[in-house]
């Protein structure tokens, strides 16, 4: 499942996105960046957190690309 959004949590959502990763579902959401401290849904465990690159690539990891 992709997710490409970022913003303030919302309990409902996550609740549910928690069931789903319970259930084995890969679960992908977009990294809010860090100019933002929005987080959701990629504070809920087992979400994997990505990050976009501009072209041409060039690869940094700060904190994205990771399972919480």
Do not use: H
Not at 11 to 34: C, D, F, N, R, T
Not at 45 to 68: D, K, M, N, Y
């Amino acid at each position: 499942l992709n997710l490409s959004l970022t913003g303030p949590a919302d309990p409902l959502l996550g609740a549910l996105l928690a069931k789903i990763v319970e259930a084995g579902v890969v679960v992908v959401a977009a990294s809010p960046g860090e100019d933002t401290q929005a987080g959701f849904p990629t504070s809920v465990p087992g979400i994997i957190e990505v990050a976009a690159a501009e072209l041409p690539a060039r690869i940094a990891f700060s904190g994205a690309t990771r399972v919480r």
